[in-house]
Protein backbone atom coordinates (compact mmCIF):
# COMPACT_ATOMS: atom_id res chain seq x y z
CA UNK A 1 0.00 0.00 0.00
CA UNK A 2 1.35 3.49 -1.23
CA UNK A 3 1.79 5.74 2.04
CA UNK A 4 2.58 9.42 1.65
CA UNK A 5 4.25 11.25 4.60
CA UNK A 6 4.16 14.35 5.36
CA UNK A 7 6.43 16.42 8.39
CA UNK A 8 5.74 18.34 10.26
CA UNK A 9 1.86 18.28 10.52
CA UNK A 10 1.77 21.78 11.93
CA UNK A 11 4.16 24.35 11.79
CA UNK A 12 4.45 27.75 13.14
CA UNK A 13 7.34 30.34 12.63
CA UNK A 14 7.75 33.71 12.70
CA UNK A 15 8.34 36.04 9.76
CA UNK A 16 12.12 35.85 8.16
CA UNK A 17 12.88 32.34 9.53
CA UNK A 18 13.74 29.57 6.76
CA UNK A 19 12.12 26.28 7.17
CA UNK A 20 11.58 23.03 4.99
CA UNK A 21 8.76 20.40 5.30
CA UNK A 22 9.40 17.29 4.22
CA UNK A 23 7.59 14.61 2.08
CA UNK A 24 8.36 10.40 2.29
CA UNK A 25 6.83 8.12 -0.02
CA UNK A 26 6.85 4.08 0.56
CA UNK A 27 7.32 3.13 -3.44
CA UNK A 28 8.65 4.19 -6.49
CA UNK A 29 7.11 7.15 -8.05
CA UNK A 30 6.52 8.98 -11.33
CA UNK A 31 5.93 12.46 -10.38
CA UNK A 32 5.69 14.19 -7.50
CA UNK A 33 3.66 17.44 -6.82
CA UNK A 34 3.21 19.93 -4.16
CA UNK A 35 0.23 21.80 -4.12
CA UNK A 36 -1.32 25.04 -1.99
CA UNK A 37 -4.30 25.28 -0.30
CA UNK A 38 -5.67 28.06 1.59
CA UNK A 39 -9.02 28.01 4.36
CA UNK A 40 -11.97 27.48 1.96
CA UNK A 41 -10.22 27.32 -0.85
CA UNK A 42 -9.24 25.13 -3.71
CA UNK A 43 -5.89 23.25 -4.10
CA UNK A 44 -3.40 25.24 -6.08
CA UNK A 45 -0.51 23.50 -7.96
CA UNK A 46 2.79 25.00 -7.08
CA UNK A 47 5.57 22.62 -8.34
CA UNK A 48 5.48 19.19 -10.69
CA UNK A 49 8.83 17.37 -10.35
CA UNK A 50 9.59 14.53 -12.76
CA UNK A 51 12.94 13.30 -11.84
CA UNK A 52 15.87 12.62 -9.68
CA UNK A 53 17.59 15.85 -8.65
CA UNK A 54 14.97 18.09 -9.78
CA UNK A 55 14.73 21.33 -8.44
CA UNK A 56 12.03 24.38 -8.90
CA UNK A 57 11.80 27.62 -7.45
CA UNK A 58 8.97 30.24 -7.07
CA UNK A 59 9.65 32.79 -5.15
CA UNK A 60 10.44 32.15 -1.33
CA UNK A 61 9.79 28.47 -1.93
CA UNK A 62 12.02 25.70 -3.43
CA UNK A 63 11.00 21.99 -4.15
CA UNK A 64 13.16 19.45 -4.69
CA UNK A 65 13.05 15.67 -5.24
CA UNK A 66 15.61 12.65 -4.07
CA UNK A 67 14.12 9.69 -5.78
CA UNK A 68 16.55 7.23 -4.33
CA UNK A 69 15.41 8.30 -0.91
CA UNK A 70 11.89 8.64 -1.58
CA UNK A 71 11.75 11.97 -0.39
CA UNK A 72 10.65 15.85 -1.44
CA UNK A 73 11.53 18.56 0.16
CA UNK A 74 9.79 22.27 0.19
CA UNK A 75 12.41 25.24 1.57
CA UNK A 76 10.69 28.38 3.09
CA UNK A 77 13.17 30.69 2.81
CA UNK A 78 12.56 34.43 4.61
CA UNK A 79 8.85 33.17 5.17
CA UNK A 80 6.31 35.88 5.17
CA UNK A 81 2.44 35.92 5.99
CA UNK A 82 1.55 35.31 3.05
CA UNK A 83 2.82 32.07 2.66
CA UNK A 84 0.17 30.56 5.62
CA UNK A 85 -1.68 27.78 4.01
CA UNK A 86 -1.57 24.35 3.91
CA UNK A 87 0.52 22.59 1.68
CA UNK A 88 0.26 19.21 0.48
CA UNK A 89 2.56 16.75 -1.52
CA UNK A 90 1.26 14.17 -4.13
CA UNK A 91 2.69 11.33 -6.02
CA UNK A 92 2.00 9.32 -8.80
CA UNK A 93 3.06 6.09 -9.60
CA UNK A 94 2.82 3.29 -12.13
CA UNK A 95 2.53 6.06 -14.66
CA UNK A 96 -0.78 6.34 -12.78
CA UNK A 97 -3.05 9.22 -13.08
CA UNK A 98 -4.57 9.59 -9.57
CA UNK A 99 -2.75 12.04 -7.46
CA UNK A 100 -1.72 10.51 -3.70
CA UNK A 101 -2.15 13.08 -1.46
CA UNK A 102 -0.38 13.32 2.13
CA UNK A 103 -2.29 14.89 5.23
CA UNK A 104 -1.19 18.40 4.47
CA UNK A 105 1.67 20.30 6.73
CA UNK A 106 -0.66 23.45 7.89
CA UNK A 107 1.96 26.07 7.88
CA UNK A 108 1.20 29.71 9.66
CA UNK A 109 3.36 32.49 9.85
CA UNK A 110 3.69 34.60 12.46
CA UNK A 111 5.15 38.54 12.38
CA UNK B 1 -8.48 30.96 -18.75
CA UNK B 2 -11.29 29.98 -16.49
CA UNK B 3 -10.58 27.57 -14.14
CA UNK B 4 -12.82 24.70 -13.10
CA UNK B 5 -15.88 25.80 -11.94
CA UNK B 6 -17.60 23.90 -9.31
CA UNK B 7 -21.61 24.24 -7.73
CA UNK B 8 -22.69 24.49 -5.67
CA UNK B 9 -20.48 25.66 -3.48
CA UNK B 10 -22.17 24.52 -0.15
CA UNK B 11 -24.74 21.75 0.67
CA UNK B 12 -26.87 21.04 3.74
CA UNK B 13 -28.48 17.93 3.62
CA UNK B 14 -30.91 15.64 6.09
CA UNK B 15 -29.42 11.91 6.01
CA UNK B 16 -31.07 9.65 3.26
CA UNK B 17 -31.73 12.30 0.92
CA UNK B 18 -30.29 12.61 -2.58
CA UNK B 19 -27.49 15.28 -3.28
CA UNK B 20 -25.56 15.91 -6.78
CA UNK B 21 -22.40 18.02 -7.46
CA UNK B 22 -21.50 19.80 -10.97
CA UNK B 23 -18.04 20.11 -12.36
CA UNK B 24 -17.45 22.03 -15.37
CA UNK B 25 -13.50 21.81 -16.29
CA UNK B 26 -11.22 24.03 -17.90
CA UNK B 27 -11.93 24.22 -21.85
CA UNK B 28 -9.99 21.32 -23.71
CA UNK B 29 -9.07 19.56 -20.73
CA UNK B 30 -9.97 15.59 -21.51
CA UNK B 31 -9.36 14.28 -18.44
CA UNK B 32 -11.73 14.67 -15.42
CA UNK B 33 -11.34 13.89 -12.03
CA UNK B 34 -13.49 13.37 -8.75
CA UNK B 35 -11.75 13.77 -5.19
CA UNK B 36 -12.95 13.20 -1.99
CA UNK B 37 -11.43 15.32 1.14
CA UNK B 38 -12.22 14.88 4.83
CA UNK B 39 -11.27 17.58 7.22
CA UNK B 40 -7.64 17.73 7.65
CA UNK B 41 -6.94 15.08 5.57
CA UNK B 42 -5.67 14.84 1.74
CA UNK B 43 -7.95 14.32 -1.47
CA UNK B 44 -8.17 11.20 -2.56
CA UNK B 45 -9.45 10.04 -5.42
CA UNK B 46 -12.88 9.04 -6.23
CA UNK B 47 -13.26 8.74 -10.21
CA UNK B 48 -11.60 9.62 -13.46
CA UNK B 49 -12.65 10.19 -16.91
CA UNK B 50 -11.03 10.44 -19.79
CA UNK B 51 -13.71 12.26 -22.50
CA UNK B 52 -16.38 10.47 -21.26
CA UNK B 53 -15.13 7.46 -20.11
CA UNK B 54 -14.90 6.58 -16.63
CA UNK B 55 -11.43 4.42 -16.77
CA UNK B 56 -10.90 3.99 -13.05
CA UNK B 57 -13.38 4.34 -10.26
CA UNK B 58 -12.10 1.41 -7.77
CA UNK B 59 -12.35 3.94 -4.87
CA UNK B 60 -16.03 4.83 -5.95
CA UNK B 61 -18.71 3.25 -3.35
CA UNK B 62 -21.16 2.11 -5.85
CA UNK B 63 -23.57 1.04 -3.87
CA UNK B 64 -24.78 5.12 -3.17
CA UNK B 65 -22.38 6.93 -5.66
CA UNK B 66 -22.60 7.78 -9.07
CA UNK B 67 -21.25 9.80 -11.81
CA UNK B 68 -21.45 10.59 -14.88
CA UNK B 69 -19.51 12.92 -17.82
CA UNK B 70 -21.97 13.09 -21.04
CA UNK B 71 -20.34 14.01 -24.29
CA UNK B 72 -17.07 14.32 -22.24
CA UNK B 73 -17.19 18.15 -20.90
CA UNK B 74 -19.34 18.82 -17.98
CA UNK B 75 -19.42 15.83 -15.17
CA UNK B 76 -21.97 15.16 -11.90
CA UNK B 77 -21.68 13.15 -8.75
CA UNK B 78 -24.35 12.12 -6.65
CA UNK B 79 -24.65 10.59 -3.53
CA UNK B 80 -28.25 8.45 -2.69
CA UNK B 81 -29.13 8.39 -0.31
CA UNK B 82 -26.93 10.68 1.64
CA UNK B 83 -24.65 8.93 4.66
CA UNK B 84 -23.73 11.21 7.81
CA UNK B 85 -20.23 10.28 7.19
CA UNK B 86 -20.39 11.77 3.30
CA UNK B 87 -19.70 14.80 4.86
CA UNK B 88 -16.91 16.15 3.60
CA UNK B 89 -15.53 18.48 0.65
CA UNK B 90 -15.72 17.48 -3.13
CA UNK B 91 -13.43 18.24 -5.14
CA UNK B 92 -13.43 18.31 -8.72
CA UNK B 93 -10.26 18.41 -11.20
CA UNK B 94 -8.87 18.23 -14.72
CA UNK B 95 -5.84 18.01 -16.82
CA UNK B 96 -4.39 17.89 -19.92
CA UNK B 97 -2.09 15.42 -20.42
CA UNK B 98 1.22 16.49 -21.87
CA UNK B 99 4.63 15.29 -21.86
CA UNK B 100 3.64 12.99 -18.73
CA UNK B 101 3.45 16.11 -17.13
CA UNK B 102 -0.63 15.35 -15.91
CA UNK B 103 -0.50 19.03 -13.91
CA UNK B 104 -3.97 19.00 -12.39
CA UNK B 105 -6.12 21.61 -11.84
CA UNK B 106 -8.72 21.72 -8.83
CA UNK B 107 -12.09 23.63 -8.28
CA UNK B 108 -13.01 25.27 -5.23
CA UNK B 109 -15.23 22.39 -4.35
CA UNK B 110 -18.51 21.01 -2.58
CA UNK B 111 -18.55 21.30 0.88
CA UNK B 112 -21.19 18.60 2.31
CA UNK B 113 -23.08 18.64 5.75
CA UNK B 114 -25.30 15.82 6.15
CA UNK B 115 -27.67 16.15 9.33
Known amino acids: ELKVEQNPLFLSMQEGKNYTIYCNYS?????LYWYRQDPGKSLESLFV?????AVKQEGRLMASLDTKARLSTLHITAAVHDLSATYFC???????????FGKGTSLLVTP | EAGVVQSPRYKIIEKKQPVAFWCNPI?????LYWYLQNLGQGPELLIR????????DSQLPKDRFSAERLKGVDSTLKIQPAELGDSAVYLC?????????????FGPGTRLTVL
Open chain 2, 93 to 105: ASSLMLTGINEQF
Open chain 1, 27 to 31: TTSDR
Open chain 1, 49 to 53: LLSNG
Open chain 1, 90 to 100: AVTVNSGYALN
Open chain 2, 27 to 31: SGHNT
Open chain 2, 49 to 56: YENEEAVD
